[in-house]
Antibody, heavy 118, light 110 residues
Framework: EVQLVESGGDLVRPGGSLRLSCAASGFIVTSDDMHWVRQAPGRGLEWISVIYSGGHTYYEDSVKGRFTLSRDFSKNTLYLQMNSLRADDTAVYYC????????????WGQGTLVTVSS | QTVVTQDPSLSVSPGGTVTLTCGLTSGSVSPLYYPSWYQQTPGQAPRTLIYSTNIRSSGVPGRFSGSILGNKAALTITAAQADDESTYYCVLYINNGVWVFGGGTRLTVL
């Protein structure tokens, strides 16, 4: 059974850093495309990044240069390193597995809350 | 910048049919955007409903169907039930590793 479990969400000050984790089971995280999608309080879903199975990464413009995706095969875990955090990064962050050929998100984690505030 | 549009809110009567749409502020939605649809209730993670325009995800009832209507992607719910009351999001694959969500449609069943 495919499962995704996010962790690492916390309260952080503006300008600070945080690393989110997404532990996967039921599949190999380096063999599939993996995404992060976030949702600010009371707002809609926002796609922010993808790491393709081949390792290429893409980012939404508002996080480009500040957020970095990586993977650990041995831990079967996806990471999102977030630097220079801003108040508008406050959101629940979901990891999701992507479908290579159909360009959609087939499994989702339960999300982890990041709050950026002084 | 690509903007994906959805009606902010819609309502449907129990047992009725409703169609939610997903468009672009500039241009038409085609199957090449691989439109997909997700259902979300408050406090929960999204649930995948439809992908690649009209393919139902595993376990999704046949009451949910996807299509292209005119220049938009569409999600049609027939025989609406109370537990269909949710927010529905579409997302389009734009290109070069970029996806864009619509703002969501809050569906009320009353």
């Amino acid at each position: 059974e495919v499962q995704l479990v996010e962790s690492g969400g916390d309260l952080v000050r503006p300008g600070g850093s945080l690393r989110l984790s997404c532990a996967a089971s039921g599949f190999i995280v380096t063999s599939d495309d993996m995404h992060w999608v976030r949702q600010a309080p009371g707002r809609g879903l926002e796609w922010i990044s993808v790491i393709y199975s081949g390792g290429h990464t893409y980012y939404e413009d508002s996080v480009k240069g500040r957020f970095t995706l990586s993977r650990d095969f041995s831990k079967n875990t996806l990471y999102l390193q977030m630097n220079s955090l801003r108040a508008d990064d406050t959101a629940v962050y979901y990891c999701a597995r992507g479908s290579y050929s159909m360009y959609f998100f087939d499994y989702w984690g339960q999300g982890t809350l990041v709050t950026v505030s002084s | 910048q690509t903007v994906v549009t959805q009606d902010p809110s819609l309502s449907v009567s129990p047992g009725g049919t409703v169609t939610l749409t997903c468009g672009l502020t500039s241009g038409s939605v085609s199957p090449l955007y691989y439109p997909s649809w997700y259902q979300q209730t408050p406090g929960q993670a999204p649930r995948t409903l439809i992908y690649s325009t009209n393919i139902r995800s595993s376990g999704v009832p046949g009451r949910f169907s996807g299509s292209i209507l005119g220049n938009k992607a569409a999600l049609t719910i027939t025989a609406a039930q109370a537990d269909d009351e949710s927010t529905y999001y579409c997302v389009l694959y734009i290109n070069n590793g970029v996806w864009v969500f619509g703002g969501g449609t809050r569906l009320t069943v009353l």
